[in-house]
């Protein structure tokens, strides 16, 4: 078979990078039994035994094999398989994936290899199988153990389900994770409470708690759900996720991350802190740093043209070069996000920004209280977390005259 053509890089950017940084695989697996209506994630509605499983796996290993000259001598340090519903695909699959990619990336000693599942698609031993294939993390996709919540957001799984994967998860997983969400229609504050005590209940190393919001271009952005919690309610409620998280002994580390020590998720961990990854699949995004370049990809989103293009070595649908002036908000979209911040030699390693870049927002911001500074260590404060987006803002570059 002929080599694929590397991919050509469009533009060079005035970026001057003395290192590169850890880098991370993401892999996209875009199918779902069922679209939910609050989705806008590049999911597609499958039935399981209709997936092109093994025309999949194909397409993702020539995208691997194009992508390879943009990352070579480069060890990874977490690998993500994410969706849509990687538990679809059949153990044996996400076996040969990763004797794919194990074949051609050096992958760290003990790399974190995450693997997403629904609990609609629960058997025991299917998970146990992911794990010989050298998953070491689980990520389940919960929402709620609620069967009428569940219903209202259009899951395919019920509470029942929900517990036994998470039983399971834990026998099989030395760390899992367990997704829920809150701000659900007519959920109560003690709905709420509930769904947090089953959750804790597994004693979850780590736990993501996500606000349930209506997305443009969803089926609830078409048609709302009745009886949704206004902000102050779901405000309320975030507090009470806090508290109880915090009860527990899980550390909120990241503005909707919780985690035992020790189980802080290193592969999104590295999204925050503004490092690489290759991104394979349908629709799958990537950042790539070089010593004068920082390149973002993005590749073709509807599954049958990312087949089509990838087998021909071609999965990149676009591809920019990321201009030094939107350094500032691209390091801090991620960093803000993170309890301790950051130091300023990693903006100075991950963008060759000094602090005064970050200039006038970095005062703005210390003066209105939503970031706080400790010697070389900048950090969001507690009313920070609060006004996230609004602190992410200041960073943004002024527009071109
Ligand atoms: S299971 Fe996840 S990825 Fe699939 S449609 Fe529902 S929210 Fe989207």
Same mark, same amino acid.
Not at 52 to 76: F, H, K, M, N
């Given at each position: 078979?002929?080599?694929?053509?590397?991919?050509?890089l469009?533009r060079?950017?005035?970026?001057?990078?003395s290192?590169? +940084?850890?880098?991370?695989?993401? /892999?996209?697996?875009?199918?779902?039994?069922?679209?939910?209506p609050?989705?806008?994630?590049?999911? @597609?509605?499958?039935?399981?035994?209709d997936?092109?499983?093994? *025309?999949?796996?194909?397409?993702?290993?020539?995208?691997?094999? =194009?992508? %390879?000259?943009?990352?070579?001598?480069?060890?990874?340090? #977490?690998?993500?398989?994410?969706?849509?519903?990687?538990?679809?695909f059949? +153990?044996a699959? !996400?076996d040969?994936?990763?004797?794919?990619?194990?074949?051609?990336?050096?992958?760290? +000693?003990?790399?974190?290899?995450?693997?997403?599942?629904?609990p609609?698609?629960?058997?025991?031993?299917?998970?146990?199988?992911? &794990?010989?294939a050298? /998953?070491?993390r689980?990520?389940l996709?919960?929402?709620?153990?609620?069967?009428?919540?569940?219903?209202?957001?259009?899951? /395919? @799984?019920?509470?029942?389900?929900?517990r036994?994967?998470?039983?399971e998860a834990?026998?099989a997983?030395?760390?899992?994770?367990?997704d829920?969400?809150?701000a659900?229609p007519?959920?109560? +504050?003690?709905?709420? *409470?509930?769904?947090?005590?089953?959750a804790?209940?597994?004693?979850?190393? @780590?736990?993501?708690?996500?606000? %349930?919001? !209506?997305?443009?271009?969803?089926?609830?952005?078409?048609?709302?759900?009745?009886?949704?919690?206004d902000?102050?309610?779901?405000?309320?409620?975030?507090? =009470?996720?806090?508290?109880?998280?915090?009860a527990?002994g899980?550390?909120r580390?990241? /503005?909707?991350?919780?985690?035992?020590?020790?189980?802080?998720?290193?592969?999104?961990?590295?999204?925050? &802190?503004?490092?690489d990854?290759?991104?394979?699949?349908?629709?799958? @995004?990537?950042?790539? #740093?070089?010593?004068?370049?920082?390149?973002? *990809?993005?590749r073709?989103?509807?599954?049958?043209?990312?087949?089509?293009? =990838?087998?021909?070595g071609?999965?990149?649908?676009?591809?920019?070069?990321?201009?030094?002036?939107?350094l500032?908000?691209?390091?801090?979209?991620?960093?803000?996000?993170?309890?301790?911040?950051?130091?300023? $030699?990693?903006?100075?390693?991950?963008?060759?920004?000094?602090?005064q870049?970050?200039?006038p927002?970095?005062?703005?911001?210390?003066?209105?209280?939503?970031? *706080?500074?400790?010697?070389?260590r900048?950090? $969001?404060?507690?009313?920070?977390?609060?006004?996230?987006?609004?602190?992410?803002?200041?960073f943004?570059?002024?527009?071109?005259?």
């Open positions: 078979m002929a080599r694929p053509e590397p991919i050509r469009q060079r950017g005035d970026v001057r990078l290192a590169l +940084p850890p880098l991370s695989l993401y /892999v996209h697996l875009p199918w779902c039994l069922r679209k939910c609050y989705c806008d994630f590049n999911s @597609h509605e499958r039935a399981s035994g997936l092109p499983e093994t *025309q999949y796996l194909d397409a993702l290993r020539a995208d691997l094999e =194009a992508s %390879l000259p943009l990352v070579w001598g480069r060890r990874v340090v #977490s690998v993500f398989i994410g969706g849509g519903t990687p538990s679809l059949s +153990p699959g !996400i040969r994936l990763l004797a794919d990619v194990r074949a051609r990336l050096p992958l760290e +000693p003990g790399c974190e290899i995450t693997l997403e599942a629904n609609g698609t629960f058997e025991r031993d299917r998970f146990r199988a992911f &794990r010989a050298g /998953v070491t689980l990520s996709g919960v929402q709620s153990f609620d069967d009428a919540a569940l219903r209202a957001i259009g899951r /395919v @799984h019920d509470g029942a389900q929900a036994a994967a998470l039983a834990a026998q997983f030395e760390t899992f994770n367990v829920l969400m809150y659900l007519g959920q109560t +504050p003690a709905a709420l *409470q509930a769904d947090l005590d089953e804790l209940a597994f004693s979850p190393p @780590h736990l993501s708690v996500y606000h %349930l919001t !209506i997305e443009p271009n969803t089926a609830f952005a078409a048609r709302p759900p009745a009886g949704l919690p902000d102050d309610a779901a405000s309320e409620m975030l507090d =009470a996720i806090v508290a109880r998280t915090a527990a899980l550390e580390y990241e /503005v909707s991350a919780f985690a035992r020590a020790g189980h802080r998720c290193v592969h999104n961990q590295n999204y925050w &802190r503004f490092g990854y290759l991104g394979l699949g349908a629709g799958a @995004h990537g950042k790539l #740093s070089f010593p004068d370049r920082i390149v973002r *990809q993005v073709w989103r509807e599954p049958a043209a990312y087949l089509r293009q =990838a087998l021909q071609r999965a990149v649908s676009n591809e920019h070069a990321v201009s030094a002036d939107d500032p908000f691209e390091f801090m979209l991620g960093a803000l996000r993170l309890a301790e911040g950051f130091d300023r $030699p990693l903006l100075a390693e991950r963008t060759g920004l000094g602090l870049a970050l200039e927002g970095l005062q703005q911001a210390l003066d209105r209280g939503w970031l *706080q500074q400790q010697g070389q900048l950090r $969001p404060t507690a009313r920070g977390f609060d006004f996230l987006s609004d602190v992410q803002q200041l943004l570059a002024a527009p071109k005259a």
